[in-house]
């Protein structure tokens, strides 16, 4: 069964702390790998995408990473801002969703 | 437009009425699915259509739900009789090279 797993489901840091985000997939065939942000009441927002070859993408203070051999992905966020509080969400493919990490910035 | 645009923003219905959820994609992506998010979960695939192919109809809850797209533009998804579990933000996205771009969602209270 094509599933992906995130982990932690939820994360607390102070403003200017770095954090990583983990996700696992078992998705075959693998097409590609997306992390997007979500903040509350909004739709989610492409932050990275990677195909098969590429095993590290950066968007700003956003760096993803793909292990295609362990199916790991992660989302490391430098410098964490306040703005940063929302749910990240891995997705594989078109159709099969991480349930997301929460992450709140504390000042 | 410069997005994917969904109507209405907020929809309010009675248990057993049916409702119609619109959205505009992106003027040129071929690629549009909708997706059910239901609070405090994941993103939940619906429907998935690709030009003039057949749609992915693999993800729909139940035979209350239909969806079309006409012209290859416009999509609707539509949800017979409705249930207090369908209750949820229905998104919508539009896909070009692999980039996903979502619309700002309707929210469907059944009460």
């Known amino acids: 069964k094509n599933q992906v797993e995130q982990s932690p489901q939820s994360l607390i840091i102070l403003e200017g702390k770095n954090c990583t985000l983990q996700c696992n997939y078992t998705v075959s065939p693998f097409s590609n790998l997306r992390w997007y942000k979500q903040d509350t009441g909004r739709g989610p927002v492409s932050l990275t995408i990677?195909?098969?070859?590429?095993n590290t993408k950066s968007n700003g203070r956003y760096t993803a990473t793909l292990d295609a051999d362990t199916k790991q992905s992660s989302l490391h966020i430098t410098a964490s801002q306040l703005s940063d509080s929302a749910s990240y969400i891995c997705?594989?493919?078109?159709?099969?969703f991480g349930d997301g990490t929460t992450l709140t910035v504390k000042p | 437009g410069a997005g994917v645009s969904q109507s209405p923003s907020n929809k309010v219905t009675e248990k057993g009425k049916d409702v119609e959820l619109r959205c505009d994609p992106i003027?040129?992506?071929?690629?549009l699915y909708w997706y059910r998010q239901s609070l405090g979960q994941g993103l939940e695939f619906l429907i998935y259509?690709?030009?003039?192919?057949?749609?992915?109809k693999s993800g729909l809850p139940s035979d209350r739900f239909s969806a079309e797209r006409t012209g290859g533009s416009v999509s609707t998804l539509t949800i017979q009789r409705t249930q207090q579990e369908d209750s949820a933000v229905y998104l919508c996205?539009?896909?070009?090279?692999?980039?996903?771009?979502f619309g700002q969602g309707t929210r469907l209270t059944v009460v």
């Open positions: 990677m195909t098969f070859s590429e």
């Open positions: 996205a539009s896909v070009y090279r692999g980039a996903a771009f």
């Open positions: 259509f690709q030009g003039n192919s057949a749609p992915d």
């Open positions: 003027s040129g992506h071929t690629a």
């Open positions: 997705v594989v493919g078109e159709s099969t």
